[in-house]
């Protein structure tokens, strides 16, 4: 098992909105009992079989990176934070489904990993107003993923889906809804859980199986860095 390859994952969002208990449900399949706030970044490896139950299949390692922090950072932190993002093979996206302001606050964490691991032709800003079109052209797989599903009103969940439609429609990446405390959200079979296959799938493909030079050249470090 350690010879298997792997996929770096960012997991990126505003702090409280459930990315280290995200997270350690993907990793552990458990739910995390006591929950802090990351300081810098973990890591944590989820084992994935790619295109399971086909000829092609293969275990991978994926490492989910939870970084810490928030959007509005000074520049130092961001500054510091910029080394998290090198060689990044996909981008988990979270956010709050009971909190608007982290929803919005996905464009600039996207903006900040992305400018990072982007060619210069794929810049996703242009005169610091997002721009759809330009980001479409991203290479790098993401994954919209909303927590705290329970906690809406079910009067509320209609215009609370509408809204994370629209993110999705923006960012070109498939949305899981979900309650971290609750593993059913993620049981095998579920449409939750075959996006989520599909997701690492797809991070897989650009990492090993398609010729891409902005991609790190044959990353050999335990960690990608």
Request: net charge neutral.
């Amino acid at each position: 098992m350690a010879s298997l390859d792997r996929v770096k994952v960012l997991v990126l969002g505003d702090s409280g909105v459930g990315k280290s208990s995200l997270v350690h449900l993907l990793c552990q399949n458990q739910v995390l009992g006591n929950p802090s706030w990351t300081v810098g970044c973990s890591v944590d490896v989820r084992v994935h079989d790619y295109r399971e139950g086909t000829p092609e299949e293969k275990t991978y390692y994926i490492e989910l990176w939870d970084v810490g922090g928030s959007v509005g950072s000074a520049s130092s932190v961001k500054s510091t934070r910029a080394v998290f993002y090198n060689s990044v093979n996909g981008i988990i996206l979270v956010h709050d489904l009971t909190n608007k302001k982290s929803s919005q606050n996905l464009y600039p964490w996207s903006l900040e990993a992305l400018s990072k691991v982007s060619s210069p032709t794929g810049i996703i800003v242009s005169n610091g107003d997002y721009d759809r079109e330009q980001f479409a052209e991203n290479s790098v797989p993401l994954l919209l993923i909303g927590t705290k599903f329970d906690q809406i009103p079910e009067n509320k969940r209609n215009d609370v889906l509408t809204r994370t439609a629209f993110l999705s429609e923006d960012f070109n990446a498939e949305e899981i809804n979900l309650d971290c405390t609750n593993p059913r959200y993620l049981a095998a079979g579920s449409s939750n859980a075959v996006k989520l296959s599909r997701f690492f799938d797809k991070v897989i493909e650009k990492r090993y199986f398609t010729r891409d030079p902005s991609q790190v050249r044959a990353c050999n470090f335990s960690f990608c860095m």
